[in-house]
Each structure stands twice: as C-alpha cells, then as structure tokens.
C-alpha cells in the first residue's frame, strides 16, 4: 500500500520562499495525477496544483508565484512556493492517483506539513 509524507515545511516571512516534497512509501508503476492540496484554518480544502499528463494547473491564486514539478525518481510531486502571502497559510497535503506494480490502482493523500507566513 502506498503512503505518503510531506516535507518542507515551515514559518516564514510575507515575501519568502519555501519548498514542499513528498515522499511514498511502496513502489509505484504509473502516475495518472498529482498535486497539493491546503486547507487553511476555517475554510475548505483547495486544489493549488496539479499535473496529469505532463499538464500542470494552478489556483488563481498562487499562479505565477507556485511551480508543481515531478520528482521521477519517486515518482511524487514537488511544490516550489515563492513570493508568499499571509493568505498562504496552511496545511498542506500531497495527493497522488496511480497504479502499483501489482496493478491495484490508488488515490493517496499524505497527512500535511503546515505552511506559516508572518506578515
């Protein structure tokens, strides 16, 4: 069974920069999407960022600041937040849809690294 852990997060000042990762547990063959999710205190959980099929999409609100990448060696997104914002708060959670070696197909999320930006 695949799991996933978020990495990289932390407290930082308006302006700053911070990189997620994340990493599973459990050899997966195929990816068919991935991305971060964060839910910030009192509001529902959003979609920053994905990729499926080489195509990545971003949340209006972090476009041009947030890049999704794709660690092929694990086979788990990567996210690179610049420029952030106070409004940028939360727990982030990585989500990974794919395919194990035995074919059992999947849809995983990890538990969330908590993102702080001090204004």
């Known amino acids: 069974q695949v799991q996933l852990v978020e990495s990289g997060g932390g407290v930082v000042q308006a302006g700053g920069s911070l990189r997620l990762s994340c990493q599973a547990s459990?050899?997966?063959?195929?990816?068919?999407?991935m991305g971060w999710h964060r839910q910030a205190p009192g509001k529902q959980r959003e979609l920053v960022a994905s990729i499926s099929r080489g195509v990545s999409d971003y949340a209006d609100s972090v476009k041009g600041r947030f890049t999704i990448s794709r660690n092929n060696a694990r086979n788990t997104p990567n996210l690179q937040m610049n420029s952030l914002e106070s409004e940028d708060t939360g727990v982030y959670c990585c989500?990974?849809?794919?395919?194990?070696?035995?074919?059992?197909?999947?849809?995983?999320w990890g538990q969330g690294t908590q993102v702080t930006v001090s204004s």
């Open positions: 989500n990974i849809d794919g395919v194990s070696y035995s074919g059992y197909r999947f849809n995983v």
């Open positions: 459990g050899r997966i063959a195929s990816i068919n999407a």
